[in-house]
Nanobody, 125 residues
Framework: QVQLVESGGGLVQAGGSLRLSCAASGRTFSIYAVGWFRQAPGKEREFVAATRWSGRNTYYADSVKGRFTISRDNAKNTVYLQMDTLKPEDTAVYYC??????????????????WGQGTQVTVSS
């Protein structure tokens, strides 16, 4: 089992920045990839960004490319999502996720095995 705990959400004005953190514990050696998804009220959960637990490959949704950066600190078992130039449409609950298998695109929830409880991000206009 892998446990994921997100932190760093909050309220920010449009154009501002936030950094989300996701601390992983448990069988972290079994993680192949980690990612971030988000879900706004009345909408489906959507892919934001992903990276392999080891290696440099990163993947981003078109809507956040150039504004968000995913990174990780393997020594701390922590994944980060740096969010810059935030827009009101970025408002959502953000979820950290981890998968134990090699994915195809890393953009679908069913490619992951573990989920955090989510952290709210609200961007005011």
């Amino acid at each position: 089992q892998v446990q994921l705990v997100e932190s760093g959400g909050g309220l920010v004005q449009a154009g501002g920045s936030l950094r989300l953190s996701c601390a992983a514990s448990g069988r972290t050696f079994s993680i192949y990839a980690v990612g971030w998804f988000r879900q706004a009220p009345g909408k489906e959960r959507e892919f934001v960004a992903a990276t392999r637990w080891s290696g440099r490959n990163t993947y981003y949704a078109d809507s956040v490319k150039g504004r968000f950066t995913i990174s990780r600190d393997n020594a701390k078992n922590t994944v980060y999502l740096q969010m810059d130039t935030l827009k009101p449409e970025d408002t959502a609950v953000y979820y950290c996720t981890a998968g134990q298998s090699r994915g195809t695109s890393y953009a679908f929830p069913n490619e992951y095995d573990y989920w955090g409880q989510g952290t709210q991000v609200t961007v005011s206009s």
